[in-house]
Every structure is written in C-alpha cells, then in structure tokens.
C-alpha cells in the first residue's frame, strides 16, 4: 500500500516556465489538499479537493491551478515559474470515514525555481 | 495575521524535563484540531487529534480550550527522540474540510 505518492521529488525550472506536480493516493479518500512549506511559514494550504471533479482556494492559491479529474489524482500546475514558488510542496489526503479527518501525507516535492 | 498561531521556540530543554506547547487560533467554527510532528525534511505524520475533553496517549497530552481558542501539548519525560518540530491544525470550519496548519513549534531534547 503506498499511501500518497508524489511525483517529481526535485526539479529544478526556471523563470517563466510550466510544470506539474502530480499527487496520487490509492487509499480511496475522498478529500485532497496542495500545501506549501517555506522557512519560518510552516504549511500554507495552495488549494484543497473534496470530490473528484470540484476544488477550492486555499490561504496562498495565486500563481498555482489545481484539477482533480480523478478521485485518486490531485495535479499541481505552475503556468509561469516564479522564484517566489520555490518551496516544497506537499500533497495529502484524507477520508471522510475516519471521522477526525485525519492527513496523510506524501514525501514531498522540493522545486526550485531560478 | 495567520488563522493558526504557534510560538516558533526552538524550546531546548534537557532529557526527562516537561514541556508544554501552545496554539491559538482564529476561527472559531473550526471543529478539527491535531497536534503533527514533522522531522526535518520530511513529511509531517499524525501525533494526535485533539478532542474537547483533553485526552492522553502515553507520554503526550492534548487539551482544547474553545472558550479561549487555543489548544495545548504536554510532553512529559522528554526523550532525545522527541526532537522535533510539533504543528499545530485547526480545520473543518462549517463542513469545508479546509485544514490550516501553524508555524510549527521546534523542540530539541538536549542529552
């Protein structure tokens, strides 16, 4: 069982150019969230998914675009890299059946952006 | 100002001692609310929910003050182990399932 896997774990872009990050979890959970973790910021929830199909903003949403067109799937798209976005971004999910609610989350993606 | 605020420490304190960490946050609809350790460079992992009454798991003890806002962590008889950055969440605001994490609180357990 891998749990929430991310991929990739490190890239490197520079200014001006588009990546995603792909975050996939066979676990079934029904919610999915982007966050991002900076020095001194701790996590900052990007955009978060409740169902295939639907996403929401988050605290820090601008400069990211988030799809969720399968329930297992949570894509993190960056049109135009900005080193402001160099960060690493973590993905988690979490099943409505737990009742806490409880995250769990993937190993991470550190991006640089030059 | 962040909907979830933690002193940042770094809280050293020497093996055996207890520590207390404390939250505040600012939404006072959030129904959610857990302690998370993270080590460094890796991904945060559950420490424990956090539930009105307080509760305990081993060493650890999480209360929930809503009146106030803020939640607590006790760790007792400190371990080096223990090194750590401990966030606090607070989250579940009106159904949206929205979790927002602190700043995250450092503890290096000194030999």
């Known amino acids: 069982n891998a749990g929430v896997t991310q991929t990739p774990k490190f890239r490197v872009l520079k200014t001006g150019q588009s990546m995603t990050l792909l975050c996939a979890q066979d676990?079934?959970?029904?919610?999915m969230y982007w966050y991002r973790q900076d020095p001194g910021m701790g996590l900052r929830l990007i955009h978060y998914?409740?169902?295939?199909?639907?996403?929401a903003k988050g605290e820090v949403p601008d400069g990211y675009n988030v799809s969720r067109l399968k329930k297992q799937n949570f894509l993190l798209g960056l049109e135009s890299a900005a080193p402001s976005q160099t960060s690493v971004y973590f993905c988690?999910?979490?099943?409505?059946?737990?009742?806490?609610?409880?995250?769990?989350f993937g190993a991470g993606s550190r991006l640089t952006v030059l | 100002r962040k909907e979830v605020e933690q002193d940042p420490g770094p809280f050293n304190v020497p093996e055996g001692a207890t520590v207390a960490f404390n939250c505040t946050y600012s939404n006072s609809a959030s129904q959610s609310f857990f302690w998370y350790r993270q080590d460094c460079r890796k991904e945060p992992k559950l420490l424990m929910s956090?539930?009105?009454s307080g509760n305990e798991d081993g060493r650890f003890t999480a209360q929930l003050n809503r009146a106030s806002q803020y939640i607590s962590l006790l760790i007792r008889d400190s371990k080096l182990s223990d090194s750590a950055t401990y966030l606090c969440v607070a989250g579940g605001a009106s159904g949206t399932y929205k979790y927002i994490f602190g700043t995250g609180t450092r503890l290096k357990v000194l030999a």
């Open positions: 956090v539930y009105s």
């Open positions: 676990m079934n959970h029904e919610y």
């Open positions: 998914s409740v169902g295939e199909g639907t996403t």
């Open positions: 988690a999910s979490s099943s409505r059946e737990s009742g806490a609610n409880v995250l769990t």
